[in-house]
């Protein structure tokens, strides 16, 4: 469902606003909000607040009046924190003049988009996949085109033939997501390669998710404790596009404060995006975002083991007669397959009810997620003890 179905014909809106599609995570949200005793785990997020050394920086520059209009590209003094931490986490260094801070992941995203699509183009996402990446190419007048990945025993995979076939002329770029949200698919060094390879043959950007790369688990996927990035493989002249943020690794959801690193040739391009989106990012905000990148890594940490816990508990879903689900390599999520007729909406309906249990629906994600389930485990692990519990005992009453 999208907005232009109850939307009287003579607002005469434009197609790319009216066709924005609702969240159907929103809408399981809404039906489940303000329960008591609900153990929620439907959306993104863990259920740490932000460690205080972030939140009193913020605060310090807040007292010190650093609340007036500031660098459309981010304050140098996070853009330099960005590219060491970069050169630490990666081993590479990085210009600090390819990092562009944003107001959150999702501007991050909507200015990537703009630069690279508009009317009349396509950019290949594989499914399922956060719906907000489908909303980022809506409303950017171009066609997100979806490409299902290959479900097995080993859990989710690229399908590179669809990918091949998907690419037409229209085609402007790919959107990757690794470690995947829902899926927690990782890709591999080679996958990276033949991701590389692909849009290069096309000429095609490549829009880089790699938010949950701290985040990974099988041990043949781990370098130096992260995931296989873009950055490991590919040149200089690659026309790639990262989209990142401090939500997930630094439990900053509700600061939006993000960042897009990209090729200083186009810092003018997304300085201006930028100027006609929000004018900057607050500096109190950024100075946080300092904060986090300096002295944050005992808190990251920290998350990635209570993530890693998690995984396990709610591992034992499998052990129902009623779920399939190969261990994910990374992210924060569980995507469970249910064995039923239901409707994945109406499962996650009836969980509500029956068990006071919020998970997202896999129609959320695209029709390649429908029959499942996602579950965000980074919580702490009595919640999900207990949420697991409930789950186990609800569902033969709710697939039925």
Request: overall charge negative.
């Amino acid at each position: 469902m999208n907005a232009s179905a109850a939307m009287p014909p003579f607002f005469a809106l434009r197609p790319e606003a009216e066709q924005a599609p609702t969240s159907g995570i929103v809408d399981v949200f809404n039906y489940g909000r303000n329960r008591e005793g609900l153990i929620p785990l439907w959306v993104g997020e863990g259920d740490l607040p932000t460690p205080p050394f972030i939140c009193d920086a913020a605060t310090r520059s807040l007292a010190a009046g650093e609340t007036f209009y500031t660098y459309q590209r981010g304050i140098p003094e996070l853009r330099q924190t960005l590219s060491r931490y970069h050169e630490r986490i990666y081993g590479q260094p990085v210009d600090p003049e390819r990092f562009f801070v944003t107001s959150g992941g999702m501007p991050a995203m909507q200015v990537a988009m703009r630069m690279v699509s508009g009317p009349g183009d396509e950019v290949l996402i594989s499914t399922p996949a956060w719906p907000n990446f489908a909303g980022a190419i809506t409303v950017a007048g171009a066609q997100p085109v979806a490409v299902p990945m290959v479900f097995g025993q080993n859990g989710w995979n690229l399908d590179f033939d669809r990918l091949e076939k998907a690419v037409t002329p229209r085609t402007r770029a790919l959107l990757i997501n690794s470690p995947a949200n829902p899926t927690g698919w990782t890709a591999t060094f080679s996958d990276l390669r033949a991701l590389l390879d692909l849009a290069r043959r096309h000429g095609l950007w490549i829009i880089a998710d790699e938010i949950y790369g701290r985040f990974v688990y099988d041990p043949a996927l781990q370098v130096e404790g992260r995931a296989p990035s873009f950055r490991d493989v590919m040149a200089s002249e690659d026309r790639i596009l990262f989209v990142q943020t401090f939500s997930k690794n630094w439990a900053m959801t509700g600061w939006r404060l993000g960042w897009l690193e990209a090729p200083p040739a186009l810092g003018q391009v997304i300085e201006n995006l930028v100027q006609y989106q929000s004018s900057g990012t607050p500096v109190f905000i950024q100075r946080g975002g300092v904060a986090a990148l300096e002295q944050g890594e005992e808190f990251v940490a920290h998350q990635i083991d209570r993530a890693r816990t998690g995984r396990e508990i709610v591992g034992r879903l499998s052990q129902t007669d009623f779920v399939e689900l190969p261990p994910p390599s990374g992210a924060f999520y569980a995507f469970l397959k249910i064995k039923s007729q239901k409707t994945s909406k109406e499962i996650a309906m009836g969980l509500i009810e029956e068990a006071n249990v919020g998970l997202a629906p896999g129609s959320a994600f695209g029709e390649a997620g429908e029959g499942y389930l996602r579950l965000c485990y980074a919580r702490k692990a009595s919640d999900l003890e207990e949420a697991v519990r409930r789950i186990g005992e609800a569902l033969p009453r709710v697939v039925g």
